[in-house]
T-cell receptor, first 112, second 115 residues
Framework: ELKVEQNPLFLSMQEGKNYTIYCNYS?????LYWYRQDPGKSLESLFV?????AVKQEGRLMASLDTKARLSTLHITAAVHDLSATYFC????????????FGKGTRLSVIA | GAGVSQSPRYKVAKRGQDVALRCDPI?????LFWYQQALGQGPEFLTY????????KSGLPSDRFFAERPEGSVSTLKIQRTQQEDSAVYLC?????????????FGDGTRLSIL
């Protein structure tokens, strides 16, 4: 059974600092996703990672994937308040267009 | 273009009542997924469709839960004889059939409260 673990679950960081969120998963998968969720809102897609060594960047966020270690990271550079949200990683259960297994999420608060 | 639309946004029901939640996916999206999100948790898979075919319903918590997508577009998730533990946000997502690099697009969800 595929399990997805994120850490930390809660993160409070100062504006301007850097930090990394980790996502481990238990069985092989061909896709990993990162989503952002603001309180009371739906999930917004951030990144889709397909292959070993994949790295994608958007603004202050950079995601990477190591399929051999079954590990993805979401790195935050010079955090700003607008990044405060909950971040989820999700892994495809099977090949093709299949359901996702989500981690519990990392609740990020960026404080001045 | 329009995103995934869910209705109602909020639903309050008394224990024992039946409820129906609607999902209107993005036009042209073949796959449609239902997830349940408890407070402070990640979404958990319930069931999914490819066109009108329900390919997997292994995540439905009990036989009180039923989903359909009769014409391969709009889907309805029905919960019979609701219980308090059914209180959660129900999220619908849709995706295009081709291209592994396409994410699942989520609606705003229906927040269900059972009194």
């Amino acid at each position: 059974e595929l399990k997805v673990e994120q850490n930390p679950l809660f993160l409070s960081m100062q504006e301007g600092k850097n930090y990394t969120i980790y996502c481990n998963y238990s069985t092989t998968s061909d896709r990993l996703y990162w989503y952002r969720q603001d309180p009371g809102k739906s999930l917004e897609s951030l990144f889709v990672l397909l292959s070993n060594g994949a790295v994608k960047q958007e603004g202050r966020l950079m995601a990477s994937l190591d399929t051999k270690a079954r590990l993805s990271t979401l790195h935050i550079t010079a955090a700003v308040h607008d990044l405060s949200a909950t971040y989820f990683c999700a892994v495809a259960r099977n090949s093709g267009n299949t359901p996702l297994v989500f981690g519990k999420g990392t609740r990020l608060s960026v404080i001045a | 273009g329009a995103g995934v639309s869910q209705s109602p946004r909020y639903k309050v029901a008394k224990r024992g009542q039946d409820v129906a939640l609607r999902c209107d996916p993005i036009s042209g999206h073949v796959s449609l997924f239902w997830y349940q999100q408890a407070l402070g948790q990640g979404p958990e898979f319930l069931t999914y469709f490819q066109n009108e075919a329900q390919l997997d319903k292994s995540g439905l918590p009990s036989d009180r839960f039923f989903a359909e997508r009769p014409e391969g577009s709009v889907s309805t998730l029905k919960i019979q004889r609701t219980q308090q533990e059914d209180s959660a946000v129900y999220l619908c997502a849709s995706s295009w059939a081709g291209g592994l690099n396409q994410p699942q697009h989520f609606g705003d969800g229906t927040r269900l409260s059972i009194l």
